[in-house]
T-cell receptor
Framework: AQSVAQPEDQVNVAEGNPLTVKCTYSVSGNPYLFWYVQYPNRGLQFLLKYITGDNLVKGSYGFEAEFNKSQTSFHLKKPSALVSDSALYFCAVRDKEGSYIPTFGRGTSLIVHP | GAGVSQSPSNKVTEKGKDVELRCDPISGHTALYWYRQSLGQGLEFLIYFQGNSAPDKSGLPSDRFSAERTGGSVSTLTIQRTQQEDSAVYLC?????????????FGEGSWLTVV
């Protein structure tokens, strides 16, 4: 079985400050991990993914995420938040040895204040 | 096409009516997914198609829901005898290459409201 948890429904951060959106996962084997962003009334857009290799993954719009196997986490980070980063963020996981269907978290609403 | 295309973008239907939602994946993508997004519920997997293999229907919530994919391309999700709890955004997505690894691209969704 595979599952993903996004413990925060909402994250508030001031523009220019660093941001972190948390994600933890559970899989039987090794994980493939993904982050997506959803702007209001839009579909999900791919940000970045971890498949193998370097634990620090860099993606679109200046976002990055760090895979931490011991803590089973894949937190999304950005050094300096923009108001335009305000959106709904989804973490997803797929068990490498499991089905081809990723499981998504419930989403975290990021609000960046001017 | 350039991206995953879904239609209609918005649909209001009366309780008990049947609805069809269409998805046109990115050209050449062999994998196609349907998810449902309800308010505050995250994304709920519905069904997965991969090439000519039998679809994985394990996420369909009831026998009122069905989906088909014709010619390995366009997919239609059908909801029969709609209920108010079916109101949600229905998202279609596709991917190519190695299933489960390659990036999944989502459409803009079909917003369904059952009144």
């Amino acid at each position: 079985a595979q599952s993903v948890a996004q413990p925060e429904d909402q994250v508030n951060v001031a523009e220019g400050n660093p941001l972190t959106v948390k994600c933890t996962y559970s899989v039987s084997g090794n994980p493939y991990l993904f982050w997506y962003v959803q702007y209001p009334n839009r579909g999900l857009q791919f940000l970045l993914k971890y498949i193998t290799g370097d634990n620090l993954v860099k993606g679109s719009y200046g976002f990055e995420a760090e895979f931490n196997k011991s803590q089973t986490s894949f937190h999304l980070k950005k050094p300096s938040a923009l108001v335009s980063d305000s959106a709904l963020y989804f973490c997803a996981v797929r068990d490498k040895e499991g089905s081809y269907i990723p499981t998504f978290g419930r989403g975290t609403s990021l609000i960046v204040h001017p | 096409g350039a991206g995953v295309s879904q239609s209609p973008s918005n649909k209001v239907t009366e309780k008990g009516k049947d609805v069809e939602l269409r998805c046109d994946p990115i050209s050449g993508h062999t994998a196609l997914y349907w998810y449902r997004q309800s308010l505050g519920q995250g994304l709920e997997f519905l069904i997965y198609f991969q090439g000519n293999s039998a679809p994985d229907k394990s996420g369909l919530p009831s026998d009122r829901f069905s989906a088909e994919r014709t010619g390995g391309s366009v997919s239609t999700l059908t909801i029969q005898r709609t209920q108010q709890e079916d109101s949600a955004v229905y998202l279609c997505a596709s991917s190519s290459g190695t299933p489960g690894i390659d990036t999944i691209y989502f459409g803009e969704g079909s917003w369904l409201t059952v009144v």
